[in-house]
């Protein structure tokens, strides 16, 4: 086994994190260094193929109301605690801190009101190291127990663990296969109480090393592991759990031993990751855990045994690693297994003392190294009972010399990045999911409050009540009604854009109260897909299809492809703030005479929910405005006043975010107010007449409240807006005109308060309900600057009968039209012609029992049936011949047998003479000359200019083609089959016509002789694109060819002649039986004329004579029958 010291460096983005403390020896472990950090979890980024898993538990109502007053805010984000309000809507936290409206609330009947008298509001606790089915007796008990009776004890534990304040828990193995599932899918469910959970399954271990046989999944090799983590993906949990190293009170199984080899661990997190799934591990000795180090386990258990140069080489990779040491389990096993029967002496003999001291001196200098170390004791033991998890959190402060503080910001905030959610899950902050615990006493003073059950007197998960007493809930009266309420007219008038599960626009209705989206389509059915529709059909839509989450949807802004029209200075609070900031560089008076009309870039434009991008190298200033967006309904040109409310459509949310140094530096407000992200915008657009005259904006920061204000405080209405913006350019349906800010910016306060990344910012407006935007870190993408590259007005052709390309498969970059028909052995891809496509061979795979011979792969050429093509793509044979290798690589055979037809042909033969080996046999039908004749060139290039120009009806090309490419007999005989060349030339894309005709006129020479495989051969006696005489010629250039000539038949020969084409196909593949059979019996002959040969006595020659004259007479006949 590979020591610690031969781990390769690890490279991350491409550079190579080097030690930081490369002379700090083990002597020198726990004392402070400058690299701990109160939060390490925050630099941990686990493998990108780790997705958060996709487990949601049962929605909270947003009916559900919930109101903490008077409480003691612990955070989980290092800040110190505050005092505040908290309010939870449905499962999400709405406001922390400043709740706005809050006697209202408070007053309101149906919100449910918590005095909190000054107790502790923290996030739900985290247990990084779980064990629902440990019930509290020995390992070698658990594989015994009875289903029934261990899903009930089971299901007991997790109900534990939420009354304990814990609403995270991370599996570290599960006693039998699928019961951790089963028991977080009944939470997720809502039909047990339990906490968040990620499943695990039974630890993996290699045969006589497990901990215990009843609990352990055996594998042995890389191979074998990878098939366990398979069967365990298929049970469905969300990590696997590799049984490293021993554990001493096993006896014969030491702590410092190590049983897996560095393939088996390196093909165990290779296969988990691959399908999606965490690894954790039993590693205590010192090369188990430098395996975990070397391959990536993202989940280290115990590490205690680990030596300097692991820990440096974790020190460089801890950006991909949490340490979860299980402190509790070590510290009851030496000091409190007594009365258990396992003495301090037994436990200090057995080696327990000595590794509880190595594992705190290891886990202090993990700390100080900013190294993440997780709480999780291994609970569900005798000595380690359940409700008594949060005795880690005591041990780390006592032991590992974390402050309180570090110690709880590791319990949710830590743990929530083990479930990679942490932006929703273990702090107490707006949007954040409502997983709170309201302790009576302060634990950063006394951290030993959290294992006194009796002090967790609130216990809410998922904005749900767990835990409460009836004296915590404040009777509420009756709300009082400040102002005439309103109700919108229309059920479906809520307009918001997003793109549905094929990646199309859509508008559909937002049901603000349950947050689902039911889809609008026109009166004539057809789907809405803009705003712009919706506006020039005067909202004639109504809803189509079943209302599906918000929360699955990709939100857009309602409109984002024109700049934003808007107006600065427009009420007198904030124009007396502006201009008292010193950032006005404008006409520096409190009041403006004129309207102050400016324009936003259209990339400034982002939805609501999409973070905004923070631009540190451009602005140090970035500051919000909440306002108020008119959005217009109908052209108007030198609109008056008093008729231009006619004018507007209605109103949506904007931000309109500036970076306050640039708008005063360049003196116009364009560049400080148009970079990227910089306006926010949404979530819905509403038609005016389904809204009251008067509408409140208001803006909150992380929850406080900073603006307010109505549109009677303009200091220009909208109505003089629209007549002044109008009186010079006139505007145009779909135009958005932002109304101006109130008071209240960062700029207005005293010191000025800009916006910093984590801040979260909303702007609510009457009846528009709240848009919602988060300053992102510095460090990530700029999502407009990745958008705009994807950008291009070079149009993909074809795709609206597949409505944008569903069910279209990517090959080579294009969407191509692929079907597999048949279950035959044998691998069959057919090429259609020009102006085919692939359903021009249905006659033949549909006849004749061809499907039990064939697994045919049949797609339509670029631009042709349904398959897609780029208007600036340039089509050859060639381009043709990459599509084909693509549809025979996704075929996985190693070769196949070729159908093609006219222009498929040469397609099919450029193809085969890339490698001959891939192709078992050609069948062409029609192949016309290559190179086509000089005269031939010059009329498909303008053909493909009539087709482009006027189309394929228009130009002619259908009706030329339907007429010169069928026979007499067709015309006359056959009107369906003429109709269906007809149809499939009409239906065929002008763009892909043309293209195909343009790649056959340019067609080169090919070299056929090298096509030595057999090639069956067609054409019609009157096909005028692939004469017999060209046919006859090709016959003779080809190796091991055969040529068929199908009477009364035009170039179009399988809709013509179906009957006839599918014999000679059937008749084909029986040449080859016989063929085969033949050559067969020859080897036979010649093997038995050597052995006559070698024969000494004349008398037994003689016989064998006799037998090779039979065989001789045999081989004639079967010439006869090949000839014949």
Known sequence: MASAMTLSLPYVNGASRGMKYPNRTMADWGNPLPTRKISPHDDVHFDSALKPRAHRMVETPSTSKILFLNVQIIDSTGTEPYHGDVYVQGERLRYVGNVPNIETLRNDPTVRVIQGNGRTLMSGLGDAHTHFTWNET?????????????????????????????????????????????????????????????????????????????????????????????????????????????????????????????????????????????????????????????HGVDVIYHASYIDEATMDELEKNKHRHVVAPALNWLYATTYDAGPFGYSFDKAEQDGYKKELDVAIKACKE???????????????????????????????????????MEAIISATAGVAKLFMQDQELGKVQPGYYADMILVDGDPLKDISVLQDLSKLNVIMINGRIHKASPQDFELSRPMQIEEPTWQPRSKFSNYVSYLDDQHNSRVGHLDLDSSMVTPLAMLSGAPVHSLYQVIELENAVVPCGDSVPLAGLTLQAPLSDR????????????????????????????????????????????????????????????????????????????????????????????????????????KQFYLGKSADTFCP???????????????????????????????????????????????????????????????GVGIGKNPARFLKPGDKVEVSVTGLGSLENRIADPSSDNAVAKRVPLESHLASLNLERTVGGSGLVYLGGKQVNVRRIGTGPDIAVFVHGLGASSEYYTPIIKSGGFEDHYTSYVYDLEGHGLSATNVASIVTVESFADDLANVVALTGASSVTLFAHSLGCVIAMAFTLRDTSKVKKLVLMGPPPCPLPEAGKIAMSKRAAAVRATGMMASGTADAVSEAGTSSATKVYQPVAYAAVRASLLSTNPEGYAKACTAIATASPMEVERLTMPVLLMTGDEDKTSPVNIVRNLNERLPDSRMEVLRCTGHWHVYENAEEVSRLIRSSTKFLVKLLAAVVLIALVVLITLFVEELPVQELREPVHRIRHGYTIMIRGIEFLLNG
């Open 138 to 294: 020995a390992l070698d008990n658990l594989g015994a127990i009875g289903v029934e009776e261990h899903t009930i004890s089971t299901a007991r534990s997790a109900m534990v663990y939420l009354d304990s304040g814990y609403t995270m828990c991370y599996g570290a193995a599960s006693a039998k296969d699928r019961l951790d599932c089963v028991v977080r899918d009944a939470i997720n469910h809502g039909n047990i109480p339990g906490p968040r959970y990620l499943a695990n399954g039974k630890e993996i271990a290699r045969r006589g090393k497990e901990l215990s046989p009843g609990i352990t999944a055996y594998a042995d090799g890389p191979l074998e592991m990878r098939e366990v983590i398979r069967h365990h993906a298929a049970l469905g949990v969300d990590q696997v759990k590799l049984s490293m190293s021993g554990e001493e009170i096993l006896e014969d199984r030491a702590a410092e031993d190590s049983y897996f080899s560095e393939a088996e661990t390196a093909a165990c997190v290779d296969e988990a990751h691959r399908l999606g799934l965490r690894v954790c591990s039993h590693a205590r000795a010192r090369d188990s855990i430098a395996q975990c180090v070397q």
């Open 366 to 404: 993990m700390h100080q190294r900013g190294i993440t170390v997780l709480p999780g004791g291994d609970y569900g033991f005798a000595w380690t009972p359940h409700g008594t998890y949060s005795r880690d959190l005591e041990h780390f402060v006592k032991l590992l010399d974390f402050t309180p």
């Open 563 to 666: 700049d934003i029209l808007a107006v600065g200075k427009n009420y007198v609070d904030h124009a007396v703030e502006f201009n008292r900031s010193g950032f006005d560089s404008s006409d520096k008076t409190d009041q403006p005479t004129h309207p102050v009309i400016f324009t936003k870039r259209s990339t400034s434009i982002i939805a609501c929910n999409e973070d905004i991008y923070p631009h540190t190298e451009f602005t140090e200033t970035l500051d919000y405005e909440g306002e108020i967006g008119v959005i217009i309904g109908k052209p108007g040109f030198r609109i008056d006043e008093r008729n231009a409310m006619d004018y507007v459509w209605g109103y949506t949310i904007i931000n309109d975010l500036t970076a306050r140094e640039r708008q005063r530096d360049h």
């Open 681 to 743: 915008m949404g979530p819905i657009a509403v038609p005016a007449g389904q809204l009251p005259k008067k509408l409140r904006v208001q803006t909150f920061v992380n929850g406080e409240k900073r603006q307010d204000a109505t549109t009677d405080d303009l200091i220009f209405s909208v109505a003089k807006l629209i007549s002044v913006i109008s009186n010079g350019g006139t505007i145009r349906p779909g135009d958005i005109i932002a109304t101006g800010t109130p008071a």
